[in-house]
């Protein structure tokens, strides 16, 4: 049981938009920046968001992060087949002093 | 270009030992905290250890407390994960990543770059 909370998956039509949640607490969320990372099985993991919607170069801007209270939400527009893989949310928990991820969100582009 | 390259995964019996290391360039090395982090079959990412650039600080998570240490070597821009009292649920891919923005009261910390990572099987 992860500390925060993803969908296990989504989906979309090629073109369409896509959101993916995380959920956590004020020890972790509510009181830290947030990252997320796109992770492809058998691959490096790619950082997409930081300070919780800062892009880093390379990363086209059909990707978007925010963060509300305690929930983060990356979203994800134009859905390309390339951009199916496993989406992670994760940031600092304070209470437990431990980095913590979400439980990954898969996504399929139909 | 940064680039991480782990190696020294394999199979090991429960009770065993492992050292993984993770061979760094493409940028100064001391400057920058760095991270392990697993991925068991199945399941998701699991952060399981940090240190600080110039190693003397060091973060574990709860699940390889007291049976894992990270350190490193920055004359050979290195990080290693020294894993003791292997357990079958240790068995992942396991990845190096530089990790930015750790290690100050208000610092929150995340992973730039990751490696390709290695994997360990824990098992009889």
């Known amino acids: 049981q992860s500390v925060l909370t993803q969908p296990p998956s989504v989906s979309a039509a090629p073109g369409q938009k896509v959101t993916i949640s995380c959920s956590g607490s004020?020890?972790?969320?509510?009181?830290?920046?947030v990252s997320w990372y796109q992770h492809l099985p058998g691959t490096a993991p790619k950082l997409l968001f930081y300070?919780?919607?800062k892009r880093p170069s390379g990363i086209p801007d059909r990707f978007s992060g925010s963060k509300s209270g305690t929930s983060a939400t990356l979203g994800i527009t134009g859905l390309q087949t390339g951009d199916e893989a496993d989406y992670y949310c994760?940031?600092?928990?304070?209470?437990?002093?431990?980095?913590?991820f979400g439980g990954g969100t898969k996504l399929t582009v139909l | 270009e940064v680039q991480l390259l782990e190696s020294g995964g394999g199979l090991v019996q429960p009770g065993g030992s492992l050292r993984l290391s993770c061979a760094a360039s493409?940028?100064?090395?001391?400057?920058?905290?760095m991270s392990w982090v697993r991925q068991a079959p199945g399941k998701g990412l699991e952060w399981v250890s940090a240190?600080?650039?110039?190693?003397?600080?060091?973060y574990y998570g709860d699940s390889v407390k007291g049976r894992f240490t990270i350190s490193r070597d920055n004359s050979r821009d290195t990080l290693y994960l020294q894993m003791d009292s292997l357990r079958a649920e240790d068995t992942a891919v396991y990845y190096c990543?530089?990790?930015?923005?750790?290690?100050?009261?208000?610092?929150?910390?995340?992973?730039?770059?990751w490696g390709q990572g290695t994997l360990v099987t824990v098992s009889s």
């Open positions: 300070d919780n919607n």
């Open positions: 493409g940028f100064i090395f001391s400057s920058y905290a």
């Open positions: 990543a530089k990790t930015e923005d750790w290690g100050s009261p208000t610092a929150t910390g995340y992973f730039d770059y």
């Open positions: 004020s020890s972790n969320i509510g009181n830290n920046y």
């Open positions: 240190i600080s650039g110039s190693g003397g600080t060091t």
């Open positions: 994760g940031t600092w928990d304070s209470s437990l002093s431990v980095w913590v």
